[in-house]
């Protein structure tokens, strides 16, 4: 089965640029989309198709993939940007998730 | 507004059984692809299963299959999760998400699912 590794937890600065990666097997050929949670809530969809921001979501989220990284960055970090993100890609029938990485804004 | 309402959830005992449901509302429900994704306690996302816009195909991880059904009724704009054989790794809280393509665009606000004796 396919594997999507992410980092556990990535600390940034308020202001600086967050990156946070997901690792998988020619990633590059697949599309990736990237999810946000908060405590005690639902998953947010924030970048889809590798780079797409659905609407309402800031244009400081960005997305980007090749080879066998995806990147996910936010640009400008702030205290409410604090939660876990999850990439997800489809492997044959199946969608698979990453484990999660959990942003501290320091 | 796009809305998807779980409901269903609770203690169940292993071996037990349990049907989730989500009421859509706000969008042709009928149009799309819908799954359900759980998360175990402090634990990271899981896909479970997901159904086609017309019933027609179903799908399940390793980790369900046999135990699980996956159904909808378009008629009622309703997504259900039928349980069976539970057991304590089944334990999450389960979330209905649409599907428009690859990824998952609106998210339920999820239901709790306990196997506890």
């Known amino acids: 089965s396919y594997v999507l590794t992410q980092p556990p937890s990535v600390s940034v600065a308020p202001g600086k640029t967050a990156r946070i990666t997901c690792g998988g097997n020619n990633i590059g050929s697949k599309s990736v989309h990237w999810y946000q949670q908060k405590p005690g809530q639902a998953p947010v969809l924030v970048i889809y198709?590798?780079?797409d921001r659905p609407s309402g979501i800031p244009e400081r989220f960005s997305g980007s993939n090749s080879g066998n990284t995806a990147t996910l960055t936010i640009s400008r970090v702030e205290a409410g940007d604090e939660a876990d993100y999850y990439c997800?890609?489809?492997?044959?029938?199946?969608?698979?998730f990453g484990g999660g990485t959990k942003l501290t804004v320091l | 507004e796009v809305q998807l309402v779980e409901s269903g959830g609770g203690l169940v005992q292993p071996g037990g059984s349990l049907r989730l449901s989500c009421a859509a509302s706000?969008?042709?429900?009928?149009?799309?692809?819908m799954h359900w994704v759980r998360q175990a306690p402090g634990k990271g996302l899981e896909y479970v299963s997901a159904i086609s816009s017309n019933g027609g195909s179903t799908y399940y991880a390793n980790s369900v299959k046999g135990r699980f059904t996956i159904s909808r009724d378009n008629s009622k704009n309703t997504l259900y999760l039928q349980m069976g054989s539970l057991r304590a790794e089944d334990m999450a809280v389960y979330y209905c998400?649409?599907?428009?393509?690859?990824?998952?665009?609106?998210w339920g606000q999820g239901t709790l699912v306990t196997v506890s004796s």
């Open positions: 998400a649409r599907s428009p393509g690859q990824e998952y665009d609106y």
């Open positions: 198709y590798d780079s």
């Open positions: 706000g969008f042709t429900f009928s149009s799309y692809a």
């Open positions: 997800q890609v489809w492997d044959s029938i199946f969608s698979v």
